[in-house]
């Protein structure tokens, strides 16, 4: 009989045990992210799925080379020597003529090694985390495609330099300011032209003349 409340209460204490951290955080803030109506914001520079710009893509196959894993495909071939030239976007010749390029994102393991060597930028990991599937063959992503848009045109060719500016007329000099001689006596003004001068004036304190026959 003692036994059996002995166990009783042994069973009642482990679950005592059990709900402690439920007894703990039962009165404290909710942290829980209700998911998917809630995300959280991700850091810069995430890795996750590769995405390819295939119209930038040349070809080289280095991202392939540095691929751990071995999750790229690439096949291609050199393009005609009398095809239209075609460029990437930072103005690099398009050689070859991707036929293949496929990322096996099942085997893919986030590394980000493919991204460093591509010339052109054209590879790199997306922040799109939300592509589980489950079927493995939906995780093989084929960018290569028909009928794509090249440049035709280098997006990065030398300008040609602009006409030079007519040189502008040049301005008339300005007239000289006269200067006063030297011993600070300014000169005498100019008679007025047309008439005769005015009498001078008499001197102060000295007899008028006499008139003739006096």
Same mark, same amino acid.
């Given at each position: 009989m003692i036994?059996?409340? $002995?166990?009783?209460?042994? %069973?009642?204490? =482990?679950? +005592?045990? %059990?709900?402690?951290? =439920?007894?703990?955080? +039962?009165? =404290?803030? $909710?942290v829980t992210l209700q998911y998917p109506e809630e995300k959280w914001q991700l850091p810069p520079k995430s890795r996750m799925r590769l995405f390819m710009a295939y119209e930038d893509c040349i070809g080289c196959g280095q991202c392939a080379r540095a691929c751990p894993v071995q999750c790229i495909y690439i096949k291609a071939e050199k393009r005609d020597s009398k095809a239209t030239p075609i460029f990437a976007a930072n103005g690099q010749p398009i050689k070859l003529d991707v036929s293949v390029f496929d990322i096996d994102m099942s085997l893919c393991c986030y590394c980000n090694l493919c991204t460093y060597p591509c010339p052109t930028n054209c590879i790199y990991m997306t922040p799109e985390y939300e592509f589980a599937t489950t079927d493995l063959t939906q995780q093989l992503y084929h960018f290569a495609k028909t009928g794509a848009k090249f440049l035709t045109v280098n997006p990065k060719a030398a300008a040609k330099p602009a006409a030079p500016a007519a040189p502008a007329a040049p301005a008339a000099p300005a007239a000289p300011k006269a200067t006063p001689p030297a011993g600070g006596t300014p000169p005498a003004p100019a008679a007025p032209t047309g008439g005769a001068p005015p009498a001078p004036a008499a001197p102060s304190g000295s007899a008028p003349p006499a008139p003739a026959g006096a």
């Open positions: 036994q059996y409340f $002995k166990d009783v209460w042994e %069973g009642f204490w =482990t679950v +005592l045990v %059990g709900m402690k951290i =439920t007894w703990r955080h +039962l009165f =404290t803030q $909710k």
